[in-house]
């Protein structure tokens, strides 16, 4: 299974990379490279040349065959080019195959009133349109999984059930149980029992079908909502989401955090304004302008929403632009992990 989410893993990271490279900032024309064979009289010249689009954070970076009697075919296919890349619109071409996974770090009592059900209306207008949105992390939904078998077919709400069955067991066998979950950060930030937790969890799901529940970092069968199993924490969760397919996270947090989850983006969205401006640095959207009575749930999840789209196309994260999520690779082993 390690060697599964290890190939996944490299694919996704070539393949971010690549939309990187192509959505980077526009630089300088680069000098011509040099010839193949520098004696000859009629070795081949290239060069290699950017052309900026409409959009100026979008480029196009292609070598030109300076001496092959090619630049008319080569004029025709990068008009083509420049003409398809100018039309791209992210908002309806991007939305589609997007994978979306999500997150939560040092919830506070304020988790489940701002960042989560946000995060949850944004999810609902992902998968309306097409997406995929991925929930995790099995001991953290304990006591509501009521929520998510409501909206399924029965087959579906069986599997859930039985994943819930399977985490008792594991919890007993550990000497533990589900309903010890809250950390102390949680306790310190006003959740005081895991039901309340799992409350403010399910909210990240919105409220759209539950399609399919899968087993950790196993494809999703089809679009719409779907729940992965795994453990509580946070990077054995992300990793597994990760090698599942999901392409981008949206991390919540009432207490702070520094999360990043390479090789994909990862969102943060923080649920007072007062964590947001304590770490301006690191977070992406501030949902406590709900808590202020500044904006509404909807126009929050519409911010959101187009953070996704935009970090989908390019755009990098605060924690990219930091450098984070090297250390945060953990596939899951079977121990004492909740």
């Known amino acids: 299974m390690i060697l599964t989410i290890c190939r996944t893993l490299t694919i996704l990271a070539a393949i971010y990379s690549v939309i990187h490279v192509a959505t980077a900032q526009p630089r300088a024309t680069e000098p011509p490279l040099p010839s193949q064979s520098s004696g000859s009289s009629n070795s081949t010249q290239f060069e290699v040349a950017t052309i900026k689009l409409t959009d100026p954070s979008r480029q196009i970076v292609g070598m030109f065959n300076r001496g092959g009697g090619r630049i008319s075919t080569w004029n025709f296919t990068l008009k083509m080019l420049v003409e398809a890349a100018n039309d791209f619109d992210p908002y309806t071409a991007l939305r589609w195959p997007l994978r979306q996974r999500m997150q939560c770090r040092g919830s506070d009592g304020w988790s489940g009133v701002t960042a989560n059900p946000a995060l949850g209306l944004a ?69 005081t029992t895991i039901l309340e937790k799992s409350l403010g969890a399910v909210a990240k799901a919105g409220s759209s079908p539950l399609r399919a529940v899968v087993r950790y970092a196993e ?15 946070d990077p054995v969760s992300a990793t597994g989401q990760i090698a599942s397919g999901a392409n981008v996270l949206c991390f919540t947090t009432g207490r702070g955090s520094v999360f990043g989850a390479k090789p994909v983006p990862c969102l943060k969205l923080c649920t007072t304004t007062q ?9 992406d959207i501030n949902c406590g302008t709900i808590l202020d009575g500044a904006e509404s749930l909807s126009s929050v999840a519409s911010r959101i929403y187009s953070g996704i789209i935009q970090t989908a196309s390019g755009r990098l994260t605060k924690s990219e632009e930091l450098g984070f999520g090297e250390e945060e690779f953990q596939p899951w082993l079977l121990n004492s992990i909740l």
């Open 219 to 233: 494809p999703p069968p089809c679009r719409g909502l779907i729940f992965m199993d795994s453990p509580g924490y």
């Open 275 to 283: 964590l947001y401006r304590r770490m301006s640095d690191d977070m």
């Open 123 to 191: 999810m609902d207008t992902l998968i309306a349109l097409g997406g995929t949105a991925i929930l995790s992390e099995a001991p953290e939904i304990f006591g509501a999984e009521h929520l998510l078998t409501s909206r399924a077919e029965a087959s579906i709400a069986v599997r859930l059930m039985e994943r819930i069955a399977w985490w008792e067991k594991y919890a007993a066998r550990h000497n533990n149980t589900l309903n010890n979950n809250p950390s102390p950060g949680n306790k310190l930030g006003g959740i």
